[in-house]
């Protein structure tokens, strides 16, 4: 009873306190964006109230892409615009000059293309195993499963984790003293180079990534199955289609345009890959998982020479690849709606 009135009491205390705070701040409130309101009229304050949004774009993403041009088409080592002169294209020449574009030693920038083609064979092997993983997965979430809920988590898991920590986990788990090595030491058996092996660094990288983004596309494709309506399974089923047919005569066809956006939407993300990439590998061993991005970070601003207008260059060539990407999933989504 008397702890009961003590805490009645302090309520009262911070009641009485913080009232007069709320409303004078309050007060506040209504005396400026009333003001405002009595200025510019009542069509203009959703303008207001999306400004703040509008300065947070226009400062972090369409200024910087407005100097990335500005970069692209000029030289020298500043970092100020005005003080670097102007030499048109001549870095989209010094990254397209090549003698034979299969061979990145005849190159002049062989360190691009090298990235180039990196990163094409990363999207091939890593855009197709993560669909098919993911619609495997999709397709047995999908079935009446028990603790159903709790599998869709588990895989699902993975995409609230950082990119970051995907990478130092499993950094930890296959460096040369990591657990793995140490399990097969233990085992006497000798260490495997996971790290400093180029092919073994290659497939690890792809695997890590389809185990870090596999959940999100997989839920995606959970979501285009569970709007595929059961009525046409039953009909098939009565027709006497076994699983076989119901899958690629129902389940394929009507997925598909959910696929061509998981397809899409995969595609720009493998693309860009970066962070994983760079906390695990560093771009090693030597170019065997050196990507476009790091590429442009490395030229950008980690190397001692930083080659802004390179880098810039090579940041335009490879969102012209994404604006092509973005195109084709519009054009989808269109025909699809």
Same mark, same amino acid.
């Given at each position: 009873?008397?702890?009961?009135?003590?805490? /009645? /009491?302090?309520?009262? !205390?911070?009641?009485?306190?913080?009232?007069?705070?709320?409303?004078?701040?309050?007060?506040?409130?209504?005396?400026?964006?009333?003001?405002?309101?009595?200025?510019?009229?009542?069509?203009?304050?959703?303008?207001?109230?999306?400004?703040?949004?509008?300065?947070?774009?226009?400062?972090?993403? !369409?200024?910087?892409?407005?100097?990335?041009?500005?970069?692209?088409?000029?030289?020298?080592?500043?970092? =100020?615009?005005?003080?670097?002169?102007?030499?048109?294209?001549?870095?989209?020449?010094?990254?397209?000059?090549?003698?034979?574009?299969?061979?990145?030693?005849?190159?002049?920038?062989?360190?691009?293309?090298?990235?180039?083609?990196?990163?094409?064979?990363?999207?091939?092997?890593?855009?197709?195993?993560?669909?098919?993983?993911?619609?495997?997965?999709?397709?047995?979430?999908?079935?009446?499963?028990?603790?159903?809920?709790?599998?869709?988590?588990? *895989? *699902? %898991?993975?995409?609230? !984790?950082?990119?970051?920590?995907?990478?130092?986990?499993? /950094?930890?788990?296959?460096?040369?003293?990591?657990?793995?090595?140490?399990?097969?030491?233990? !085992?006497?058996?000798?260490?495997?180079?996971?790290?400093?092996?180029?092919?073994?660094?290659?497939?690890?990288?792809? =695997?890590?990534?389809?185990?870090?983004?596999?959940? *999100?596309?997989?839920?995606?494709?959970?979501?285009?199955?569970?709007?595929?309506?059961?009525?046409? %399974?039953?009909?098939?089923?009565?027709?006497?289609?076994?699983?076989?047919?119901?899958?690629?005569?129902?389940?394929?066809?009507?997925?598909?345009?959910?696929?061509?956006?998981?397809?899409?939407?995969?595609?720009?993300?493998?693309?860009?890959?970066?962070?994983?990439?760079?906390?695990?590998?560093?771009?090693?061993?030597?170019?065997?998982?050196?990507?476009?991005?790091? %590429?442009?970070?490395?030229?950008?601003?980690?190397?001692?020479?930083?080659?802004?207008?390179?880098?810039?260059?090579?940041?335009?060539?490879?969102?012209?690849?994404?604006?092509?990407?973005?195109?084709?999933?519009? =054009?989808?989504?269109?025909?699809?709606?």
């Amino acid at each position: 009873m008397f702890m009961q009135t003590g805490t /009645k /009491k302090a309520g009262n !205390l911070l009641s009485g306190l913080f009232n007069p705070l709320y409303e004078l701040f309050v007060a506040f409130l209504d005396l400026v964006f009333g003001s405002i309101q009595r200025l510019i009229g009542v069509r203009g304050m959703p303008y207001v109230f999306v400004l703040p949004n509008l300065l947070i774009f226009g400062i972090f993403i !369409l200024f910087p892409m407005l100097l990335n041009f500005v970069y692209a088409f000029t030289g020298g080592a500043s970092f =100020l615009p005005e003080q670097r002169p102007w030499v048109g294209t001549a870095n989209f020449d010094r990254l397209l000059a090549c003698e034979n574009y299969l061979e990145p030693r005849t190159c002049n920038e062989d360190l691009f293309w090298r990235s180039v083609y990196n990163t094409a064979s990363y999207v091939v092997f890593q855009v197709a195993l993560m669909v098919l993983l993911a619609l495997i997965t999709a397709l047995i979430l999908n079935r009446n499963l028990k603790a159903r809920g709790f599998f869709r988590g588990v *895989f *699902f %898991y993975p995409v609230l !984790l950082s990119p970051i920590v995907v990478a130092l986990i499993w /950094k930890w788990i296959l460096q040369e003293n990591g657990l793995i090595n140490g399990i097969m030491t233990s !085992l006497g058996r000798e260490k495997i180079p996971f790290l400093v092996n180029a092919q073994w660094a290659q497939v690890l990288v792809i =695997l890590i990534s389809v185990w870090a983004f596999m959940g *999100f596309y997989t839920l995606i494709l959970l979501a285009g199955l569970q709007s595929i309506p059961a009525d046409l %399974y039953e009909a098939a089923s009565i027709d006497g289609a076994n699983p076989w047919q119901s899958f690629s005569r129902i389940t394929m066809p009507l997925l598909m345009p959910t696929m061509v956006v998981v397809l899409v939407l995969s595609l720009i993300r493998a693309v860009q890959v970066f962070d994983i990439v760079f906390v695990f590998t560093g771009g090693g061993p030597g170019t065997a998982t050196l990507y476009l991005v790091q %590429y442009i970070y490395n030229y950008g601003f980690s190397s001692p020479n930083k080659q802004f207008g390179l880098a810039a260059a090579a940041s335009l060539l490879m969102a012209a690849v994404l604006i092509v990407l973005t195109v084709i999933q519009l =054009l989808v989504r269109r025909e699809e709606d």
